[in-house]
């Protein structure tokens, strides 16, 4: 019989620990231009009002994804899938995982900004249902100098 797991399959969607800062501090630096030091990470995960999710075989972190919640609202603060992940649904399956964990703690309504000019994260977005809702001009300043602007997206939840 075949074995019924393909390998590059997303594996299971688990809870951050405070453990995991050293990689999320790496994979942000991967994912973007502006670091995240390890004890900006570690603060975020001790927050008891940062949701943090991470994606990976086992204790490794090959993608995450935080939201700051404030009563019945949250915003993401940032989600990226390492490098040699991206393109197989590791995302789409960690943020639909996320809408669940924050449906659950009774979060009705999530933001984000997103640069205009990031298509595979726009992709994401609207695959999950996010709309659009504002645009912020000149909002990024990108390490060239130039700037870019900031959709705020939005989704409901049930
Ligand atoms: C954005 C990011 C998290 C997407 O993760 P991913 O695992 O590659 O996404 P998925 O494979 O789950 O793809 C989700 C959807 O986006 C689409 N997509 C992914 N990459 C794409 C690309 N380069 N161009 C166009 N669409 C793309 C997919 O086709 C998919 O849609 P589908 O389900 O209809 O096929 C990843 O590219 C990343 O980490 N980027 C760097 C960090 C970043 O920009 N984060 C967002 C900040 S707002």
């Known amino acids: 019989m075949a ?4 390998p590059a399959s997303p594996p299971a969607v688990r809870p951050l620990r405070t ?6 501090a790496a994979l942000h630096r991967e994912g973007f231009h502006t670091g995240w030091s390890v004890a900006e990470c570690e603060a975020m995960l001790v927050d008891p009002a940062i949701l943090g999710q ?9 993608g995450f994804v935080l939201s700051r919640m404030a009563a019945d609202e949250a915003e993401i603060l940032t989600i990226a ?22 449906s659950g703690r009774g979060v009705r309504q999530l933001f984000l900004e997103v ?15 996010f709309e659009q809702v504002g ?7 990108k390490p060239d100098g130039s700037v870019a602007a900031a959709l705020v997206l939005r989704r409901a939840l049930d």
């Open 3 to 6: 074995w019924p797991f393909s």
């Open 19 to 24: 453990a995991d800062a050293p990689a999320v």
């Open 54 to 62: 991470a994606i990976g075989a086992g204790t490794a972190v090959d």
């Open 81 to 102: 899938v390492a490098r040699k992940r991206r393109g197989g649904g590791w995302g789409r399956k960690l943020l639909q995982a996320h809408l669940g964990a924050l």
């Open 115 to 129: 640069d205009e000019g990031n298509a595979p994260a726009r992709a994401l977005y609207a695959r999950v249902g």
């Open 135 to 141: 645009r912020r001009q000149g909002y990024y300043r």
